[in-house]
């Protein structure tokens, strides 16, 4: 079955320092979301991704798809104590209702 | 705009008793629902999905169940609950219309002992 793998598992950085999460797909994706959630919190939807190659920001937060979509990239630029949580990537094949979930990347941020 | 209540929030269960988690959903019509279980410190793992009232799909054969009684109202049963099934119990809806983000709910915290 489709599997999505995301590392790093667990980062700790300073605050000030960047941080990007990977994700890869066993299989082509017709798209991909990243999720944020707090400690303690539920998933929050933060963005979608759907064209071959495509770059996205949100203030501090890049997203990147890949050219053969089959991996995508979250880098946060100088981190700060308000993004520490959980970051999921969530792929949907082509032609699927269901999204698959990489295991998250625990971040920490020291102050 | 969509709401999402799960309950209860917070549970503790002994081995070999049933489970009751409810979903309902507000602010939509028809949407796709979802049960996801997370482990403590996990990723998120597909349980069951619904595309519509009475349509069940399940991904991970176990000892837990889901049924949709009406549009609105997703529910996860099990009757005997094991040690393996403690975690944090995630519904969600997709809008069918919209990009395909879902939305979750709070989350229902089951301990079993």
């Known amino acids: 079955g489709q599997q999505v793998m995301q590392i790093p598992q667990y980062q700790h950085v300073q605050e000030g320092e960047d941080f990007t999460t990977y994700c890869n797909s066993s299989?082509?994706?017709?798209?991909i979301q990243w999720y944020k959630q707090r400690p303690g919190g539920h998933p929050v939807f933060l963005i979608q991704?759907?064209?071959?190659?495509e770059v996205k920001k949100q203030k501090r937060l890049t997203f990147q798809f890949g050219e053969a979509k089959k991996n995508s990239s979250l880098h946060i630029t100088a981190t700060q104590t308000t993004d520490v949580g959980t970051y999921f990537c969530a792929g949907r094949v082509e032609y699927g209702n269901k999204l698959v979930f990489g295991a998250g990347t625990i971040l920490r941020v020291k102050s | 705009s969509q709401t999402i209540h799960q309950w209860p929030a917070t549970l503790v269960q002994p081995v070999g008793s049933p489970l009751s988690l409810e979903c309902t959903v507000e602010?939509?019509?028809?949407?796709?629902l979802y049960w996801y279980r997370q482990a403590a410190g996990r990723g998120l793992q597909l349980l069951f999905y619904?595309?519509?009232?009475?349509?069940i799909s399940s991904e991970v054969p176990q000892n837990l169940s889901a049924s949709r009684p009406q549009d609105r109202q997703f529910i996860l049963s099990s009757k005997k609950l094991l040690l393996s099934d403690s975690g944090f119990y995630l519904c969600a809806l997709q809008e069918v219309v919209n990009t395909g983000e879902l939305f979750f709910g709070e989350g229902s915290r089951l301990t079993v002992l």
């Open positions: 991704l759907v064209k071959s190659g």
């Open positions: 619904s595309v519509g009232i009475g349509q």
């Open positions: 299989t082509t994706l017709s798209n």
């Open positions: 602010g939509t019509s028809n949407p796709n």
